[in-house]
């Protein structure tokens, strides 16, 4: 007797969907038997998912007389209605038969396929990198976009666009090691604006003024390192206004793209995109990541708009203050949509704040147990990311008590004994001394 087994290829499949895998085999003697197997930890572990024993079954009771030397083709078949990521991995068919010569010898044969499991991104998020943090407004600085994409089997294809077209850019094969030592070196000839000439240099107005800072080559390429003599410049004209950065028409992108394996047998793709930041001409530009995916119709996308922080809301509570309260100042918004995530830093006007340091970071200042000689003091909250800087102003006034009496509360805010008393435990120790 003799038997061939084959399994229909399959083309790769998307999770959900419902698979039929198909074992066809061919032989002139009497079934046996068929097992299905599903292979697992590359091939160490076979798990039986379907059985058919000839022994105990009549529905091949129509089949041909096994005496007679007839091909016989058969097919089994094994329906999964909704294929999972876990499903994804080899299967095997195994066909046995009864010998023509004797019923108790058993001939067998097996056949496998692949079935490829796809599944498209769940999610997708463009973030920036190192954010937020301090971003000098006098030095060109490199801007890092991340983009996040999960859940996708196999990796996707990532990439970026600005205002709807497609950016070309140049591509990075290293992980960064640091924002200051990973970029390509002496990239970078930037001109100076007016805030950054020297005073004594404006004032004259010799040999060109500040042309002597200003570099003849356009700047092209990330930020490189400067030479630290080159940035010493002891006196600056102080602007709020970004200085005006000369670069070519076009910024020269840098784009780097990983994968990571997830423990669900997806993967994570992570795509950089890295240029010089020129808040002239990139704030309110549209960043978009895009994902191709075979597993998806059509692209899916997330988009930023990089934009500089503008009008924070800043409330205050309570909003009647009294002497003794803790006071909480928080930003709770602003007048625009705000990308990257700002940084926030009060200060209090012509003085520190109240546990004597000299600015705080955070959305929220905590002044703990106002004092009243806190009245009428103004309180600063700058914010600012890559893309410019706000400021924000608002005035505490405390009001009297009832419940403390006047004279009970130190400079601190800290609750002491009446004045008096202390003026006697004063005189009374003075006395001691002298009589010793």
């Given at each position: 007797?003799?038997?061939?087994?084959?399994?229909?290829?399959?083309?790769?499949?998307?999770?959900?969907?419902?698979?039929?895998?198909?074992?066809?085999?061919?032989?002139?003697?009497?079934?046996?038997?068929?097992?299905?197997?599903?292979?697992?930890?590359?091939?160490?572990?076979?798990?039986?998912?379907?059985?058919?024993?000839?022994?105990?079954?009549?529905?091949?009771?129509?089949?041909?007389?096994?005496?007679?030397?007839?091909?016989?083709?058969?097919?089994?078949?094994?329906?999964?209605?909704?294929?999972?990521?876990?499903?994804?991995?080899?299967?095997?068919c195994h066909v046995g038969i009864y010998d023509r010569a004797t019923?108790?010898?058993?001939?067998?044969?097996?056949?496998?396929?692949?079935?490829?499991?796809?599944?498209?991104?769940?999610?997708?998020?463009?973030?920036?990198?190192?954010?937020?943090?301090?971003?000098?407004?006098?030095?060109?600085?490199?801007?890092?976009?991340?983009?996040?994409?999960?859940?996708?089997?196999?990796?996707?294809?990532?990439?970026?666009?600005?205002?709807?077209?497609?950016?070309?850019?140049?591509?990075?094969?290293?992980?960064?090691?640091?924002?200051?030592?990973?970029?390509?070196?002496?990239?970078?000839?930037?001109?100076?604006?007016?805030?950054?000439?020297?005073?004594?240099?404006?004032?004259?107005?010799?040999?060109?003024?500040?042309?002597?800072?200003?570099?003849?080559?356009?700047?092209?390429?990330?930020?490189?390192?400067?030479?630290?003599?080159?940035?010493?410049?002891?006196?600056?004209?102080?602007?709020?206004?970004?200085?005006?950065?000369?670069?070519?028409?076009?910024?020269?992108?840098?784009?780097?793209?990983?994968?990571?394996?997830?423990?669900?047998?997806?993967?994570?793709?992570?795509?950089?995109?890295?240029?010089?930041?020129?808040?002239?001409?990139?704030?309110?530009?549209?960043?978009?990541?895009?994902?191709?995916?075979?597993?998806?119709?059509?692209?899916?996308?997330s988009e930023v708009t990089l934009v500089a922080p503008k009008g924070?809301?800043?409330?205050?509570?309570?909003?009647?203050?009294?002497?003794?309260?803790?006071?909480?100042?928080?930003?709770?918004?602003?007048?625009?949509?705000?990308?990257?995530?700002?940084?926030?830093?009060?200060?209090?006007?012509?003085?520190?704040?109240?546990?004597?340091?000299?600015?705080?970071?955070?959305?929220?200042?905590?002044?703990?147990?106002v004092p009243a000689e806190l009245n009428g003091s103004m309180y600063?909250?700058?914010?600012?990311?890559?893309?410019?800087?706000?400021?924000?102003?608002?005035?505490?006034?405390?009001?009297?008590?009832?419940?403390?009496?006047?004279?009970?509360?130190?400079?601190?805010?800290?609750?002491?004994?009446?004045?008096?008393?202390?003026?006697?435990?004063?005189?009374?120790?003075?006395?001691?001394?002298?009589?010793?």
């Amino acid at each position: 007797a003799y038997l061939t087994v084959s399994i229909e290829p399959l083309p790769p499949v998307v999770v959900g969907d419902a698979v039929t895998l198909k074992c066809n085999f061919k032989t002139d003697g009497k079934m046996r038997e068929i097992v299905w197997y599903r292979v697992t930890d590359g091939g160490t572990i076979k798990q039986k998912i379907f059985t058919f024993d000839a022994m105990f079954s009549t529905n091949f009771s129509h089949m041909e007389n096994y005496r007679k030397r007839e091909d016989l083709v058969y097919q089994s078949t094994v329906r999964l209605p909704e294929v999972r990521i876990s499903d994804n991995g080899p299967y095997e068919c195994h066909v046995g038969i009864y010998d023509r010569a004797t019923r108790e010898k058993v001939v067998l044969a097996s056949g496998n396929v692949f079935l490829n499991v796809m599944a498209p991104p769940t999610s997708i998020s463009v973030l920036a990198a190192d954010t937020p943090a301090p971003f000098s407004r006098y030095q060109a600085q490199n801007f890092t976009l991340v983009c996040v994409v999960s859940g996708g089997k196999p990796a996707p294809l990532v990439y970026f666009k600005r205002d709807g077209e497609p950016i070309e850019a140049t591509p990075l094969p290293e992980p960064p090691a640091g924002a200051g030592n990973w970029a390509p070196r002496n990239l970078l000839h930037r001109d100076l604006d007016d805030t950054k000439v020297p005073k004594s240099l404006a004032a004259e107005g010799e040999v060109g003024g500040g042309q002597l800072l200003a570099t003849a080559d356009p700047p092209r390429g990330l930020a490189a390192e400067r030479d630290p003599v080159t940035e010493i410049i002891p006196e600056t004209v102080v602007s709020r206004e970004f200085p005006r950065w000369v670069h070519v028409a076009e910024p020269i992108y840098y784009f780097r793209h990983t994968h990571a394996p997830v423990s669900d047998g997806t993967v994570e793709a992570r795509a950089t995109l890295t240029w010089t930041l020129n808040p002239q001409i990139d704030n309110e530009a549209l960043f978009s990541c895009e994902v191709k995916h075979p597993a998806l119709s059509m692209p899916m996308q997330s988009e930023v708009t990089l934009v500089a922080p503008k009008g924070p809301k800043i409330t205050m509570t309570p909003t009647r203050a009294r002497v003794g309260d803790t006071v909480r100042i928080l930003v709770q918004g602003f007048q625009n949509e705000v990308f990257p995530e700002p940084l926030f830093t009060w200060t209090r006007v012509g003085s520190r704040l109240l546990d004597g340091s000299a600015e705080h970071d955070g959305k929220e200042l905590v002044l703990e147990r106002v004092p009243a000689e806190l009245n009428g003091s103004m309180y600063r909250c700058t914010a600012q990311n890559p893309l410019g800087s706000t400021d924000t102003h608002t005035r505490l006034i405390v009001f009297e008590n009832p419940n403390i009496p006047r004279g009970t509360e130190d400079s601190n805010g800290s609750l002491t004994g009446h004045c008096g008393f202390r003026l006697v435990l004063v005189l009374t120790l003075t006395v001691i001394l002298e009589l010793t």
